[in-house]
């Protein structure tokens, strides 16, 4: 059975930045896409950010992100990052790391089939 974990939220202040990692167990991650969605209180799942399988590489960021967040994986660690930086009020939302089935270069146009969901991190950014 797949396990994802999520670790790396905090409380930060407005300007600073975080990294989320995405660690599995049961799964190897290298040849599998992996995405990041969020969810403020009272708002929907929020899709972000995916990177696709190794071979490929290809990434995607919502554009509520693109600038400001960074999605990378280290295959040595089975672990997948989402660096974070100039983080506003708004980003603050829990975090959930997925395996996602359908390919990253369609995130921006429907809500992706996804496979396994982690348990999430909370991320508070406030002054």
């Known amino acids: 059975q797949v396990q994802l974990v999520e670790s790396g939220g905090d409380l930060v202040s407005p300007g600073e930045s975080l990294r989320l990692s995405c660690t599995a167990s049961g799964e190897t991650l290298d040849s599998r896409r992996i995405g990041w969605f969020r969810q403020a209180p009272g708002k929907e799942r929020e899709r972000i950010s995916c990177i696709s399988e190794t071979s490929d590489g290809s990434t995607y960021y919502a554009e509520s992100v693109k600038g400001r967040f960074t999605i990378s994986r280290d295959n040595a660690k089975n672990t997948v990052y989402l660096q974070m930086t100039n983080l506003k009020p708004d980003d603050t939302a829990v975090y959930y790391c997925?395996?996602?089935?359908?390919?990253?270069?369609?995130?921006?146009?429907?809500?992706?089939?996804?496979?396994?969901w982690g348990q999430g991190t909370q991320v508070t950014v406030s002054s």
């Open positions: 997925v395996i996602g089935i359908s390919s990253c270069s369609s995130w921006s146009r429907r809500f992706p089939v996804i496979q396994d």
